[in-house]
């Protein structure tokens, strides 16, 4: 469940992520949230950060048992560890910035997401 739960916040994510880096205006709510539209740098930087939301996606679903990977049971809890610190380390980061929409919105699925990491991280 946890495993379900952290891929659809983190699915949530990633779509907001590459919507971002499409141009929309949905960047108050990622990278400082200092921009309504991602200059052309920092859409660069969100396409990357979509790539790597796809696969923690994907790892964490294979933590929970819902895929089957190439990947080793104690490198996928390796990587889900990983991801877990990150995303704490995030809302972290997340509560600190000066845009409302970065700190009441993004906070909060990324705090929900780093705990469903963790609890899968930690169960495999």
Do not use: D
Not at 40 to 58: D, E, M, P, W
Not at 64 to 80: E, H, R, Y
């Amino acid at each position: 469940m946890w495993a379900i739960l952290g891929a659809a916040l983190f699915t949530l994510i990633a779509v907001m992520t590459i919507l971002a880096a499409l141009g929309l205006p949905l960047g108050e709510f990622t990278m400082g949230g200092q921009h309504k539209v991602l200059p052309a740098r920092f859409r660069f930087a969100a396409a990357g950060s979509f790539v790597i939301q796809l696969f923690a996606i994907i790892v964490i679903l294979q933590g929970g048992g819902f895929i089957s990977l190439w990947l080793s049971s104690g490198v996928t809890k390796g990587i889900c560890i990983f991801f877990a610190a990150y995303l704490s380390l995030n809302t972290i980061m997340n509560l600190l910035s000066k845009s409302k929409k970065e700190r009441y919105v993004m906070t909060l699925l990324s705090l929900v997401a780093a705990i469903c990491f963790w609890i899968t991280g930690l169960s495999i």
